[in-house]
């Protein structure tokens, strides 16, 4: 079962299915914008959903180590980079969503913004984490840094799963509505937690 699937996920057209599946809720919203579907506030609910859909691919980027280890598909390694790519792009559009309907492009004021409200500012540094991980998730950027280097700066990804579980929280409690953080808190704290236990058996084989 693991060569079939192996086999499977080594097809030519995987990835360029992935890539396209990718970007469909990206075009659904946009869409969903442009002909009045997202309701009585169109820009919030943009804004929210490209969010959800960031936190959904950083939980689909973190689950492929475990998967790949616990189901023998080892293949699925060829397919992190465009999912973790797909959370820069969906976080850079949330991004993009909020300065544009939210503060109009106003740099003064999302800078503003960023230093009133700290949900904004745990955003803007996951953002910023995200650019040097996108910017070294190339062949290159690995011989460049070594791959020692490499590892550690891509580590960084569980300090985004940190501080994105952070920012939805500290958006959320406004409103006192805790049920979805709830989920993928615990999702991402799993996938966390799997990497630790990982990595302190790893230290005790050897």
Request: glycine fraction near 6%; charge should be positive; proline fraction near 3%.
């Amino acid at each position: 079962m693991p060569s079939r699937a192996n086999r499977w996920l080594s097809h030519g057209t995987v990835k360029p299915t992935l890539f396209v599946l990718g970007c469909l809720p990206a075009v659904w919203l946009f869409w969903a914008a442009l002909n009045n579907h997202l309701g009585a506030n169109p820009a919030e609910a943009l804004i929210r959903s490209l969010g959800d859909w960031s936190l959904r691919f950083l939980v689909l980027v973190l689950a492929v180590t475990p998967l790949r280890e616990l189901t023998g598909w080892s293949a699925l390694a060829r397919l992190r980079r465009m999912i973790g790519l797909f959370v820069f792009f969906y976080v850079c559009l949330h991004l993009l969503a909020y300065a544009w309907f939210d503060m109009g492009f106003e740099g003064v004021e999302i800078v503003a913004d960023v230093v009133k409200r700290p949900f904004i500012l745990v955003g803007m540094v996951s953002w910023v984490l995200l650019v040097a991980l996108a910017a070294t998730s190339f062949n290159r950027a690995i011989r460049i840094l070594g791959a020692r280097r490499w590892q550690a700066l891509h580590r960084g990804v569980y300090m985004v799963a940190v501080l994105a579980v952070l920012h939805f929280f500290w958006m959320r409690s406004g409103k006192n509505d805790f049920a979805d953080v709830a989920v993928y808190a615990s999702l991402l704290g799993a996938l966390l937690a799997w990497r630790l236990w990982r990595r302190f058996r790893l230290r005790a084989r050897h």
